[in-house]
């Protein structure tokens, strides 16, 4: 692949022209609707066309206290996410036992891409930073850990709000502000207005946040799921969404149609006397 990168003094993350990152992402892309099906372009293309704010976020994360610990410990996360037998045993009603929901509810696996297979490949290919390469791991990871922070379901309503809490995080992001437009104009089940009220409702929960990348979720798996909102200044969903979660179990033609169905853990939850 060919993506020229440098870096900033003290090891910052690396940088590239606007034309290589297009180039990139243009060129995954290509690859992505060819005859092959390939988990490592889709990857390719997020990073490049998401590469500015990337490398924002990897400065931000580097003034923080926390963040400066992540990088230079560099845990496992994926350690646990992927450990059945120790989200299992985690307290029902945390935010491990909340995550392992989530993920059985809906038939998903831990983590979005392979770490090994997909990820790993790309950051030597462009000779990242390992810290840099670190960040994009482990936010790779969390993709579905947001979704429990937040909430929302995998349907296509919950990720209109899930984009949009992660657009709330990430500041000025135009990729995730043109995802987001598309999804709100693709997405059936509702108006137009109220899939773009429920998105900047996302948006403005998640600017309120705090970092959620710096976050030490190894050591946020056994606590309460609420007192881990309530820490991480993540507004509870009644507030932020007054009208509700926007849920929908409209799909594009071409899925399976095995259907969406709404989750809220706290409901599951057998209240204590």
């Given at each position: 692949m060919?993506?020229?990168?440098?870096?900033?003094?003290?090891?910052?993350?690396?940088?590239t022209?606007?034309?290589e990152?297009?180039s990139?992402?243009?060129?995954?892309?290509t690859?992505?609707?060819?005859?092959?099906?390939r988990?490592?372009?889709?990857?390719?293309?997020?990073?490049a066309?998401?590469y500015?704010?990337?490398?924002?976020?990897?400065e931000?994360?580097?003034?923080?206290?926390e963040?400066?610990r992540l990088?230079r410990?560099?845990?496992?996360l994926?350690?646990?996410l992927?450990?059945d037998e120790?989200?299992?045993?985690?307290?029902?009603?945390?935010l491990?036992?909340?995550y392992?929901?989530?993920?059985r509810?809906?038939?998903?696996?831990a983590?979005?891409?392979?770490?090994a297979g997909?990820?790993?490949?790309?950051?030597?290919?462009?000779?990242?930073d390992?810290?840099?390469g670190?960040m994009?791991a482990?936010g790779?990871?969390?993709h579905?850990?947001?979704?429990?922070?937040?909430?929302y379901?995998?349907?296509?309503?919950?990720?209109i709000?899930?984009?949009?809490?992660?657009?709330?995080?990430?500041?000025?992001?135009r990729t995730?502000?043109?995802?987001?437009?598309i999804?709100?104009?693709?997405?059936?089940?509702?108006?137009?207005?109220?899939?773009?009220g429920?998105?900047?409702?996302?948006?403005?929960?998640?600017?309120?946040?705090?970092?959620?990348m710096a976050?030490p979720y190894?050591e946020?798996?056994?606590r309460?799921l609420?007192?881990?909102?309530?820490?991480?200044?993540?507004a509870?969903?009644?507030v932020a969404?007054?009208?509700?979660?926007?849920?929908?179990?409209w799909?594009?033609?071409?899925?399976?149609?095995?259907g969406?169905?709404p989750?809220?853990?706290?409901?599951?939850l057998?209240?204590?006397?």
């Amino acid at each position: 692949m060919i993506l020229t990168v440098y870096y900033f003094a003290m090891g910052s993350a690396p940088a590239t022209s606007r034309y290589e990152q297009v180039s990139v992402g243009l060129r995954a892309l290509t690859r992505i609707f060819g005859l092959t099906f390939r988990h490592d372009q889709i990857f390719e293309a997020v990073i490049a066309f998401g590469y500015p704010t990337l490398a924002r976020e990897f400065e931000k994360l580097r003034r923080l206290p926390e963040g400066r610990r992540l990088l230079r410990d560099k845990p496992d996360l994926m350690s646990k996410l992927g450990d059945d037998e120790y989200l299992a045993a985690l307290p029902p009603g945390s935010l491990g036992a909340a995550y392992r929901d989530f993920l059985r509810q809906h038939r998903l696996d831990a983590g979005v891409f392979d770490a090994a297979g997909v990820i790993q490949p790309v950051i030597e290919r462009n000779g990242w930073d390992p810290d840099f390469g670190y960040m994009i791991a482990r936010g790779t990871a969390l993709h579905d850990m947001f979704h429990v922070l937040g909430g929302y379901g995998p349907d296509p309503g919950g990720e209109i709000g899930n984009l949009g809490f992660h657009h709330g995080q990430l500041g000025h992001c135009r990729t995730t502000a043109v995802f987001g437009l598309i999804l709100c104009a693709i997405v059936g089940g509702a108006s137009w207005r109220r899939k773009r009220g429920y998105w900047h409702e996302a948006v403005e929960r998640g600017r309120a946040a705090r970092n959620l990348m710096a976050a030490p979720y190894e050591e946020l798996l056994a606590r309460p799921l609420s007192e881990v909102r309530a820490d991480l200044d993540i507004a509870p969903a009644a507030v932020a969404h007054p009208d509700g979660h926007f849920f929908t179990s409209w799909q594009l033609p071409s899925m399976d149609g095995s259907g969406y169905e709404p989750w809220d853990y706290e409901a599951t939850l057998t209240p204590t006397a």
